[in-house]
């Protein structure tokens, strides 16, 4: 019977939510969850009736001068202003998030409906006020320097202000090529749509920072793919994703700067963050970036103790997917641990093992050392003495979040929850792996 898988699934709920609240972790400051609102704005029935801009973004920065949309290297510049590629054969909607919706982006759900709506979230058309922007990164991938990446199969399509005062941008995936889309084809597919629209949202109602997603569509346009990565190419489904965060500026797109020389640029990026994203420091701190940086140490380490606890297990922990403001980005080949293992990689093409579940907390040191390379150009020698002390108190920061406190390990109610919670954890992710084939096949997957 179909109500009997449920049952697992929420006591998973209540059973991780009660862990985290022993073990001391909490969202991080950033995490995506409204506050009580500050203006009676009515929620929009119509597009119309609801607009984006994009001036934040585009008003503080250079925008790359090549207006044509072909793949090269991009220099002096944030982003490439590029307009999505619609599908070409039929579209459907298959998924809307009705918190985000309304929550966060004052629509009335029954927008969903409308032909306008559908154009909207599928890429073929543009709000009032909205200039669709790729943006411009690059990351050390697998630990190793790649150089430029940026959005190769993403646009930026706006910022929305809601009616709590909180500040989104929106991003379709999957929605076409950019400068940055390298030997890409700009596309995302059903299969990897469906997971990242499912986890995402789990992810933000188990209290752990996260992008949210609020719309999935799917075309009839063949999307080739190589899933296992074993040269056995078949063809899929397109798909895009209307995903939303507080921002998606990540570690590389201060390391491509860097790396690249713009200092100016790079301190002009990192005033722009701080500004908007860091409120608790002051533009006129001579120490404003050791500010920031020993605010998203602490953050990232709360983050990834906040996976640990649910088993999650990112798989490309590149420093182009982590986020300045410790959110989780970038939903690709994640996983769930069934059963604790230590050396679980749901990423079949990380041969290394390097991004298993049991790393992911050396991975963040790694990653911060490099946010740290980065910034030391605008540092002077006592303050890069001090990040680097920061650093160093990363791991603590780590465990002291991630460790069982308030519970005695000795205690055996604590050993008989400990199993107890786990096992139920384990029917969610089962559960919710069996949901996931089962649209999968349900769409023709």
């Known amino acids: 019977m179909w109500w009997r898988p449920w049952l697992p699934a929420c006591l998973a709920w209540g059973c991780v939510a009660a862990l985290c609240g022993s073990r001391g972790l909490c969202p991080a400051p950033n995490a995506s969850r409204p506050q009580p609102g500050q203006c009676p704005r009515r929620r929009a029935a119509e597009l119309c009736a609801w607009a984006l801009s994009s001036d934040s973004l585009l008003d503080p920065f250079p925008v790359d001068v090549i207006q044509e949309n072909y793949v090269r290297n991009v220099r002096n510049c944030i982003f490439s202003v590029v307009y999505p590629t619609p599908f ?19 629509l009335d759900i029954s927008v969903k409906g409308s032909p306008d709506f559908l154009e909207f979230v599928s890429g073929g058309k543009v709000i009032f006020g909205s200039v669709p922007l790729a943006h411009r990164y690059g990351g050390h991938q697998f630990g190793s320097w790649a150089g430029q990446l940026g959005d190769g199969r993403a646009h930026l399509i ?21 400068p940055y889309s ?12 469906v997971r990242e629209f499912l986890c995402s949202e789990a992810m933000h109602h188990l209290g752990i920072p996260t992008s949210r997603a609020a719309s999935l569509v799917v075309s009839d346009d063949d999307v080739w793919r190589d899933q296992f990565y074993n040269g056995n190419i078949k063809k899929e489904r397109g798909a895009i994703v209307l995903r939303v965060a507080k921002s998606w500026f990540r570690i590389g797109s201060l390391e491509i700067l860097a790396h690249s020389g713009e200092l100016d640029l790079l301190r002009r990026l990192l005033d722009f963050i701080i500004q908007e994203h860091f409120p608790s420091i002051a533009m006129n701190d001579s120490n404003r970036y050791l500010e920031f940086f020993s605010t998203v140490v602490p953050e990232t380490a709360n983050l990834i103790s906040l996976w640990m606890s649910v088993g999650f297990a990112h798989g490309v922990c590149n420093t182009d997917n982590f986020s300045l403001l410790s959110i989780t980005i970038d939903y690709g080949p994640f996983g769930f641990m069934d059963s604790y293992d230590p050396d679980f990689v749901p990423n079949t093409s990380d041969d290394e093992r390097r991004y298993k579940i049991g790393n992911q907390a050396s991975v963040g040191l790694f990653n911060l050392s490099k946010l740290l390379q980065a910034l030391k150009p605008l540092l002077d020698p006592r303050q890069k003495q001090l ?14 979040r991630y460790a069982l406190s308030e519970l005695k390990p000795s205690s055996h109610s604590t050993i008989k929850y400990i199993m107890f919670t786990t096992s139920i954890l384990c029917y969610y992710f089962q559960f919710h792996r069996t949901i996931q084939n089962k649209i999968g096949s349900s769409w023709g997957e």
């Open 158 to 178: 706006g910022v929305y202000t809601n009616r709590h005062g909180e500040r989104w941008e929106l991003q379709l995936k999957g929605s076409g090529k950019t």
């Open 182 to 193: 390298r030997n890409g084809d700009g596309r995302a597919v059903l299969r990897s749509s």
């Open 88 to 106: 070409k054969s039929r579209v459907r909607l298959v998924a809307v998030s009705k918190d985000v919706l309304e929550n966060i982006l004052d």
């Open 387 to 400: 990040a680097s002390q920061i650093l160093e108190g990363y791991g603590e920061l780590y465990h002291s």
